[in-house]
């Protein structure tokens, strides 16, 4: 199992596919912030997960698994945010004008995730998403849940979404 070298840190993350759930730890270069990692030029195309525990969503009951260590395609990843207690600058300017924080439901997989998106006062998401062609879309003070786990309680103050294998879902 990969431990941390001098110069790198392990940073508690959940990553969510289609069918599936992983609780683990990421190991980086002490620079990387870990919240835009996946947008970033050093993005990996397999991303390595230490200390994995996951849950199969494909059943009518999760099950359960853990592994030492885990490599999961990136580009299988629907959505992925680090766990408390990390916390790291946000990749915008809260005063920034013209822009605005907007409320917003995702689904991703069989998960919901209640968050906001950040947007131009002068356009609508749509627009947004269409203009950027980015593979990864970034969402602020998410909470994630499941119809099978009740009990599921999981936030972050930022996280990344693969905008084309999600569903925008507006709220009223």
Not at 64 to 80: G, N
Request: charged share 15%; hydrophobic share 40%; aromatic share 8%.
């Amino acid at each position: 199992m990969q431990t941390p070298n001098p110069g790198e840190k392990a940073t508690p993350v959940m990553a969510y596919t289609s069918n599936m759930l992983v609780r683990g730890e990421v190991i980086t270069r002490e620079s990387v912030r870990v919240s835009i990692w996946l947008r970033t030029e050093g993005a990996p195309r397999y991303i390595r997960i230490t200390k994995a525990q996951i849950l199969m969503m494909n059943g009518a009951v999760p099950r359960p698994m853990t592994y030492p260590e885990i490599i999961i395609p990136a580009d299988q990843v629907v959505a992925f945010h680090p766990l408390p207690p990390t916390v790291e600058q946000l990749d915008y300017e809260e005063n920034e004008k013209n822009r605005v924080n907007s409320p917003i439901e995702l689904l991703a997989g069989s998960f919901l995730i209640k968050c906001k998106v950040r947007l131009s006062t002068q356009t609508d998401l749509l627009n947004t998403l269409d203009v950027s062609h980015a593979p990864w879309y970034s969402i602020y003070d998410l909470s994630v849940s499941h119809p099978a786990l009740p009990q599921m309680a999981v936030s972050s103050f930022m996280g990344l979404v693969r905008p084309n294998a999600v569903t925008f879902c507006f709220l009223p």
